[in-house]
């Protein structure tokens, strides 16, 4: 069974331009997940889809950050502008569905993003 | 809302040493809890889940009890070996099905 999938894996990019990144889950997973690694800490939620329905971005920065799950697939996250401060990994994540019975999340490889 | 405390890292044990991370978790009601491994160089990956209180979830030789009374979950392992070493991230998944994960703690065995 193939993995989760994310590119590109690394991005450079200069404060204010805009980026965006790609998820393929695994095929099937209803639930899709984007985080935000801060070296030295743990993953941050930033959205979670069930399907192609927003289930949670409560801690979605909204004036920069948007994502989308188009036919409950693929998933983008788009940051515009970025600012040094979001210089992180990416990473995506999907399970079966939600609840205790399918919530192992499997993850991707992630986007090492740097701002300058 | 919910959030999750490891121990501060890095752990450095020999090799066959007994191992204990220590996790503890506010959240409201009756959350999943997990313990995640990242290795180096690879992405995260489920090491073991429990789901209600007294659970004891296992893989590879690691153990941890879901303890409602001390709202603790703690990773232990009998003999740690080298290739182990990885970092160890504590989550709980609570109400609404919404993801919380700890800092994580490094683990550092040498042969």
């Known amino acids: 069974e193939a993995g989760v999938a994310q590119s590109p894996r690394y991005k450079i990019i200069e404060k204010r331009q805009s980026v965006a990144f790609w998820c393929n889950p695994i095929?099937?997973?209803?639930?899709l997940y984007w985080y935000q690694q801060i070296l030295g800490q743990g993953p941050k939620l930033l959205i979670q889809?069930?399907?192609?329905?927003?289930?949670?971005d409560s801690q979605l920065p909204k004036d920069r950050f948007s994502a989308e799950r188009l036919k409950g697939v693929d998933s983008t996250l788009k940051i515009q502008p970025a600012k040094l401060e979001d210089s992180a990994v990416y990473l995506c994540?999907?399970?079966?569905?939600?609840?205790?019975?399918?919530?192992?999340?499997?993850f991707g490889p992630g986007t090492r993003l740097t701002v300058l | 809302g919910n959030s999750v405390t490891q121990m501060e890292g890095p752990v450095t044990l020999s090799e066959e040493a007994f191992l204990t991370i220590n996790c503890t978790y506010t959240a409201t009601g009756y959350p999943s809890l997990f313990w995640y491994v990242q290795y180096p160089g690879e992405g995260l990956q489920l090491l073991l889940k429990?789901?209600?209180?007294?659970d004891k979830g296992s893989n590879k030789g690691f153990e941890a009890t879901y303890r409602k009374e001390t709202t603790s979950f703690h990773l232990e392992k009998g003999s740690v070996q080298v290739s182990d070493s990885a970092v160890y991230f504590c989550?709980?998944?609570?109400?609404?099905?919404?993801?919380?994960f700890g800092r994580g703690t490094s683990l550092i065995v040498h042969p």
């Open positions: 989550a709980l998944e609570g109400s609404g099905y919404i993801p919380t």
């Open positions: 095929s099937g997973h209803a639930t």
């Open positions: 429990a789901t209600k209180a007294d």
């Open positions: 889809f069930q399907n192609n329905g927003v289930v949670d």
């Open positions: 994540a999907s399970s079966p569905s939600r609840g205790s019975s399918y919530n192992e999340q499997f």
